[in-house]
């Protein structure tokens, strides 16, 4: 039986509930395909899923959700598809706003925000500022993400630290490299979800997930239920994580 935890962000320790949770949607495509219809209406059928998800992880006490919403190899798809898509974003973040308000629920994106339309990126910054004192759940998502690109960033910045004589090589440890990632500040994701079928990680927080309980399903993500995210749930209550150590 799934221990209920009653903390928040602000109180991360828990054995049994991860504190922060992670998820590949996959599966979009496919789901559209199967029941005759066009790749969009499996994103928009995703969003319910994801709702679901924010639901449970706020019911449960998970305190950080990340959700990988568009990598930066997304941009490989037609155009049709990837204009529907930012469409969507925008869409969600102006119709969801006040639920994520009343809620308590803080926004946060990550990725590279240039490549983005800019009617999207006002909405996305706008929503940050709106929900930044929110605090019963923090809502990651990643766009136009990419964990390759994110490590290449940390290294550019960081020779330029040792360029300008600012720090020298021997002071880049994993803290200095976590404090600069897109993910600052934040505690690396306990269970990684991957809907979808596919057993890989697919350029996502490579840095982050070093230690992460990874669970996959072969379920699309619209017909990923609350049930299968209890199984995850409770399957990563059972694992024993030892962090290359000794329990
Ligand atoms: C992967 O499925 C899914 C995406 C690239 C988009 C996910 C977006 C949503 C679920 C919309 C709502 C999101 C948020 C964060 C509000 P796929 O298209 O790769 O599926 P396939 O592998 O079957 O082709």
Not at 19 to 29: K, Q, V
Not at 159 to 168: D, T
Request: with cysteine.
């Amino acid at each position: 039986m799934l221990k209920h935890r009653k903390d928040n962000i602000n109180n991360k320790i828990s054995k049994v509930i991860p504190n922060h949770l992670a998820i590949i949607m996959d599966g979009n495509g496919r789901w559209a395909e199967e029941n005759n219809l066009p790749r969009y209406a499996g994103h928009k059928a995703g969003v319910k899923t994801v709702r679901m998800v924010i639901t449970e992880s706020i019911r449960v006490g998970i305190g950080i959700l990340t959700l990988y919403a568009f990598s930066t190899e997304n941009w490989k798809r037609p155009k049709q598809e990837i204009s529907s898509l930012m469409g969507l974003f925008e869409e969600i973040i102006e119709k969801e706003k006040e639920e994520l308000l009343e809620n308590k629920i803080r926004i946060r994106f990550m990725g590279h925000r240039e490549e983005l339309p800019l009617s999207l990126r006002l909405a996305m910054e706008n929503i940050e500022e709106e929900t930044k004192l929110n605090n019963l759940l923090l809502l990651n998502i990643a766009l136009n993400y990419g964990g390759r690109s994110e490590l290449c960033h940390v290294f550019r910045l960081l020779s330029e630290e040792i360029v300008q004589g600012h720090i020298e090589p021997s002071q880049i440890t994993q803290e200095l490299i976590n404090k600069n990632l897109l993910t600052s500040g934040l505690p690396d994701p306990d269970l990684l979800i991957r809907t979808g079928g596919e057993l890989r990680i697919s350029n996502f927080l490579l840095w982050q997930i070093a230690y992460t309980e990874l669970w996959f399903t072969k379920t699309f993500w619209p017909d990923f239920s609350k049930k299968q995210l209890w199984k995850a749930l409770t399957d990563y209550e059972k694992r024993v994580r030892k962090f290359g150590g000794k329990v």
